[in-house]
């Protein structure tokens, strides 16, 4: 889907959950720049989410706020028919929006790993429900109208460590759901997840970390945010994208001086075995 397909005369509508600050931030900034009217979606962030639409709206004109708790089924019920009556017709949905909270073995709890499934998995499921019922509802007077649900993941499931216990399971929950969203609502919803990929080894950075790591980089490099961004508009615009994950990997940097790469060495001879072809 790119940002001139939509059969309405508007631009197309995306909603961005979690999107006041730091990187659904970016992702609303980057939608609005490629022609995407941003549902800035946002819970506590008050000012932060009216500073992100007046930025989106210089971009492409229409964004508007939507506050939700995502932890209520309720209110994520409610969230996406209120974008459409104060929008129009919504195409995609970007779930961003994300609990993050410290737990490990010793800490763990079903209040923790139940707060982190509401927001970070049960939410987006029900967000990419809601967005194929309306794109269902849609197809009567628009027979080619197609929807997209991004879903942002995480480099730790793939690079365990023991900590964020519940975090990380919700967003296993999550790589699970994308590819059983994928097929079931096909072909009027795509689902692709983007994981943000922080480097083998690398902990996840949030916060003053991201800024500081960022700020050492040469200028060149292009920070995670930016990285990650561009996958979630590549999610948008390709359609032949669905049921699996884009990996964001960090650049290293160019003139870091790399490790030369041995060259192979024949594998040894077995003891007791001869070289050689018969
Ligand atoms: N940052 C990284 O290094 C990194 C790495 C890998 C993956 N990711 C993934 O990328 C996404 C964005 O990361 P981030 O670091 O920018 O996220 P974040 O700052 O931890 O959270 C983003 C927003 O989620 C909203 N939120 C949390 N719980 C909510 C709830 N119950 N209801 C409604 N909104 C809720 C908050 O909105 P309010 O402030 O308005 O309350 C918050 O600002 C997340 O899904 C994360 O898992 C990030």
Known sequence: ?????????????????????????????K???????VAVHYRDSVEEARQTVADCGRLTPGAQAFRSNLGMETAVRNL????????????????CASTFEHDNAATFSFAAMEKHMRSNAGAAIL???????????????????????????DQKLWNQTPDFVSYTLS???????????ALALQPLVRVVGVAPVM??????????????????LPSHHQETDLDTTAAVLLALQESSISGTTLLVEEELPQDKPQAPVPAPQPPAAPAGRRHGRR
């Open 199 to 216: 480097g083998q080894h690398q902990p996840l950075l949030r916060g003053e970390k991201l800024a500081e790591r960022s700020a050492s």
């Open 31 to 37: 939608l609005a720049a490629n022609g995407w009217r």
């Open 127 to 153: 967000l990419a429900q809601g967005l194929h019922a309306h794109l269902s509802a849609r197809q009567a007077l628009e027979p080619k109208a197609r929807g997209v649900v991004v879903n942002l993941l």
């Open 171 to 181: 967003k296993a929950a999550l790589d699970a759901a994308n590819s059983m969203l």
């Open 80 to 95: 996406l028919p209120a974008v459409v009556e104060a929008m129009g017709p919504v195409d995609a949905v970007v779930n």
């Open 1 to 29: 889907m790119s940002a001139t397909a939509s059969p309405s005369a508007l631009p197309p509508v995306v909603l961005v959950t979690g999107a006041a600050k730091r990187l659904g931030r970016a992702i609303a900034l």
